[in-house]
């Protein structure tokens, strides 16, 4: 597609469930990220994928957290075990590579809102 | 880590007229990039405009200019001739030039536009 799309919109779920959340990024970009936006905060970051492998993780708040990107392009973001702190909107975006130049320019999803009951 | 402030939790403009978003910053590093995002109720983050931080020149981008002032770190976006749809969220951010691609965001500041 034209732009990085994140499925589901919203999600809505129960604390102690697991959870997935999916980015797909545009087209050809090889660098993907995810952020964490709490109500009245700015996104904080996550993880962030050089193709395939996650190139630097220590975003991930702990254990509960794990994101894949098996084939380079779509990336799943898992949340085991939910609790109620983690509801917030899950931003994805990617660029066409990870630093130098207007090419590492970072395009966003509309994000995923999770809420946990 | 880097930190990024923005001090102005909320803003207003009256449409046509011009409005200036602070924002400071807190590093040790020589080289890194400055953004503007927009995020309007959609939630879709969408760049307004980046800034190298070796290079003098202010950035713009038409009606959307920055104030970068490397040694003060500051970093202020001026909207000249607000126009309705510029109402938003506004974040202010980060990112360093070396290994460590993420972004470091401020808390934000909104923007309303006065018909």
């Known amino acids: 597609g034209a732009g990085v799309s994140q499925t589901p919109s919203n999600k809505v779920t129960e604390k102690g469930k697991y959870v997935e959340l999916r980015c797909d990024p545009i087209s050809g970009h090889t660098a993907l990220y995810w952020y964490r936006q709490s109500l009245g905060q700015g996104p904080e970051f996550l993880i962030y994928?050089?193709?395939?492998?996650?190139?630097?993780d220590s975003g991930l708040p702990n254990d509960r957290f794990f994101a894949v990107r098996p084939e380079g392009s779509v990336s799943t973001l898992k949340i085991q075990r939910t609790e109620r702190g983690d509801s917030a909107v899950y931003l994805c975006?990617?660029?066409?590579?990870?630093?130098?130049?207007?090419?590492?320019?970072?395009?966003f999803g509309p994000g995923t809102r999770l809420t946990v009951l | 880590a880097q930190t990024v402030t923005q001090s102005q939790p909320e803003m207003s403009v009256q449409e046509a007229e011009t409005v200036t978003l602070s924002c400071t910053y807190d590093?040790?590093?020589?080289?890194?990039?400055l953004f503007w995002y927009k995020q309007p109720p959609s939630r879709q983050m969408i760049l307004v405009i980046r800034?190298?931080?070796?290079?003098?020149q202010n950035a713009t981008e038409n009606r959307f200019s920055v104030n970068f002032q490397k040694a003060a770190k500051s970093f202020s976006l001026k909207i000249s001739d607000s126009q309705l749809g510029d109402a938003a969220m506004y974040f202010c951010?980060?990112?360093?030039?070396?290994?460590?691609?993420?972004?470091?965001f401020g808390t934000g500041t909104s923007l309303t536009v006065i018909p």
């Open positions: 994928f050089q193709g395939t492998g996650a190139a630097d």
């Open positions: 975006a990617s660029s066409l590579r990870v630093a130098g130049g207007p090419t590492d320019t970072q395009y």
């Open positions: 800034q190298e931080a070796y290079k003098q």
């Open positions: 951010a980060y990112r360093s030039a070396g290994t460590g691609n993420q972004f470091y």
């Open positions: 590093t040790s590093e020589s080289d890194y990039y």
